[in-house]
């Protein structure tokens, strides 16, 4: 079985900081990872993924998230954070074949100016 | 990639009463899904409508509240059937196109009941 952990359902930064949203992992089989965007009265939007090969991987917006085996967990960084980012943030993973991800709770980003 | 509408974007329902929601995709895909999102929550994972068979749906959910038509590759329509206020949500399709591994939304239908 897989599941996902989204560590903080609010993260609350300033224009310009860093952006860490956390994400833990578990899977019985090498897994698939996904972040997802969720703006304001719109769908999902896939940010990034991680299938095989490459750990950290770059996705829209300035977005990019490493994927560590050992600690079970596919974090999401953004150097700067711009009030554009203002958002809700879902983590999901897939157990390979399978294909149907299981999603995190979601985390809030806040952004101030 | 795929691209996903929704119809309709938004309702507001009197309770009992159902409403179909529609799901178009740019592209024929095998694999199709329906989420609902409630207030403030995760996504759940309310069936499987691929093409050919009939939806497969998780455990919570029955096919005489949310039955799904799939009647080609690019169209699949969701009933929400006697409808009740825990029904407000949205309701968000889902594809996953063929050879690909990754997930693609709609943009979601916001259901109010009141």
């Known amino acids: 079985a897989q599941s996902v952990t989204q560590l903080g359902s609010h993260v609350s930064v300033s224009e310009g900081a860093l952006v860490l949203l956390r994400c833990n992992y578990s899977s019985s089989v090498p897994p698939y990872l996904f972040w997802y965007v969720q703006y304001p009265n719109q769908g999902l939007q896939l940010l990034l993924k991680?299938?095989?090969?490459?750990?950290l991987v770059k996705g829209i917006n300035g977005f990019e998230a490493e994927f560590k085996k050992s600690e079970t967990s596919f974090h999401l960084t953004k150097p700067s954070a711009h009030m554009s980012d203002a958002a809700e943030y879902f983590c999901a993973v897939s157990e390979g074949g399978s294909y149907i991800p299981t999603f995190g709770r979601g985390t809030s980003l806040i952004v101030h100016p | 990639s795929a691209v996903i509408s929704q119809k309709p974007s938004r309702d507001i329902c009197q309770r009992g009463t159902s409403l179909t929601i529609q799901c178009q995709v740019d592209s024929q895909v095998t694999m199709m899904f329906w989420y609902r999102q409630q207030p403030g929550q995760s996504l759940t994972l309310i069936a499987t409508a691929n093409q050919g068979s009939e939806a497969t749906y998780e455990s919570g959910f029955v096919i005489d509240k949310f039955p799904i038509s799939r009647p080609n590759l690019t169209f699949s329509t969701l009933t929400v059937s006697n409808m009740s206020p825990e029904d407000s949500s949205i309701y968000l399709c889902s594809v996953i196109p063929d050879g690909q591994e990754t997930q693609y939304f709609g943009p979601g239908t916001r259901l109010l009941v009141l």
């Open positions: 991680y299938t095989t090969g490459a750990t």
